[in-house]
C-alpha cells in the first residue's frame, strides 16, 4: 500500500488557478491509478478525474473537464491537479486516492473502489 500526503490548497480569488500535489510513498507508484475527489459541508464526496498508472489513461467529471488537468511524474511519485478559472462553488477539501491497477472508468469514479487515500488539502474559493 502507498501513503499518500496532498498540498498546495489555499485560499483564492474567483477566477485564480492553483496546482495541488499529491505526493506517494510505499509500493511502486506507476502501479497505481490515480484520482482526484473533493468534499464540501453537507456533501458527497464528488469524483473529479483519475489517471492511469502509466499517464496514458484520463477520464473526467463533465463539471470540471475545461478549467482542471491532472498529471502525473512518476519519476517523483506525485501526481498535480491544476486548476484553472476557480468558481466559489469549488470551494471543499480535495483528497487524492490511489487505487492498484485498473477497474472500470466507471469503478474509477466511485470512492469506494479506491485502496489508498490522502489527508485533504482545503481549497477556498472567494467571491
Known amino acids: 500500500q502507498v501513503q499518500l500526503v496532498e498540498s498546495g490548497g489555499g485560499l483564492v480569488q474567483a477566477g485564480g488557478s492553483l496546482r495541488l500535489s499529491c505526493a506517494a510513498s510505499?509500493?511502486?507508484?506507476?502501479?497505481?491509478?490515480m484520482g482526484w475527489f473533493r468534499q464540501a459541508p453537507g456533501k458527497e464526496r464528488e469524483f473529479l478525474v483519475v489517471?492511469?498508472?502509466?499517464?496514458?489513461?484520463?477520464n473526467y467529471a463533465d463539471s470540471v473537464k475545461d478549467r482542471f488537468t491532472i498529471s502525473r511524474d512518476n519519476a517523483k511519485n506525485t501526481v498535480y491537479l491544476q486548476m484553472n478559472s476557480l468558481k466559489p462553488e469549488d470551494t471543499a477539501v480535495y483528497y487524492c486516492?490511489?487505487?492498484?491497477?485498473?477497474?472500470?472508468?466507471?469503478?474509477?469514479?466511485?470512492?469506494?473502489?479506491?485502496?489508498?487515500w490522502g489527508q485533504g488539502t482545503q481549497v477556498t474559493v472567494s467571491s
Open positions: 486516492a490511489a487505487r492498484f491497477g485498473w477497474q472500470t472508468r466507471q469503478a474509477m469514479g466511485v470512492p469506494r473502489w479506491y485502496d489508498v
Open positions: 510505499g509500493r511502486t507508484f506507476s502501479n497505481y491509478a
Open positions: 489517471i492511469s498508472g502509466g499517464g496514458g489513461s484520463t
